[in-house]
């Protein structure tokens, strides 16, 4: 699950004290304009979004809709299998080119599915 947040210090924070989760790892996601923070949430991730940049995907959409929900992130084995599978099934992932992701994943936005931002990431 990923969170489009204002302050990232404030919003890790908060997200620590609610459920009781282990300090976030932070970093700076320059490809995005956004500094992002990630913790593991039992077998699935916490992921703050807090862009810096008005003109990125993350600072639009956080000008568009506020605070909240921005966009679900699903784990496969094989990043470009898994595209390959969907573009042979008819899917349209012209606009799904894999790219890095923040730390150590690499991420391919899958679109708007039902209202719902989704995307596939693999852990390198």
């Not at 404030?10 to 459920?19: G, H, I, P, Q, W």
């Not at 599978?85 to 899917?91: M, V, Y």
Request: net charge negative.
């Amino acid at each position: 699950m990923n969170f489009i947040v204002r302050d990232l210090e404030e919003a890790t924070s908060r997200f620590e004290r609610l459920l009781g989760v282990e300090p976030f790892e932070t970093a700076d996601h320059a490809p995005r304009g956004a500094r992002v923070a990630k913790t593991p949430v039992g077998e699935s991730w916490l992921v703050l979004v807090c862009p810096y940049d008005d003109d990125s995907v993350p600072g639009r959409f956080l000008a568009k809709h506020g605070e909240g929900f921005f966009l679900a992130s699903f784990g496969v084995d094989d990043l470009e299998r898994h595209l390959g599978r969907l573009q042979a099934e008819g899917w349209d992932t012209a606009d799904s080119e894999p790219r890095d992701g923040i730390i150590d994943w690499r991420v391919a936005d899958i679109g708007d599915i039902h209202g719902a931002l989704l995307q596939i990431t693999q852990d390198d």
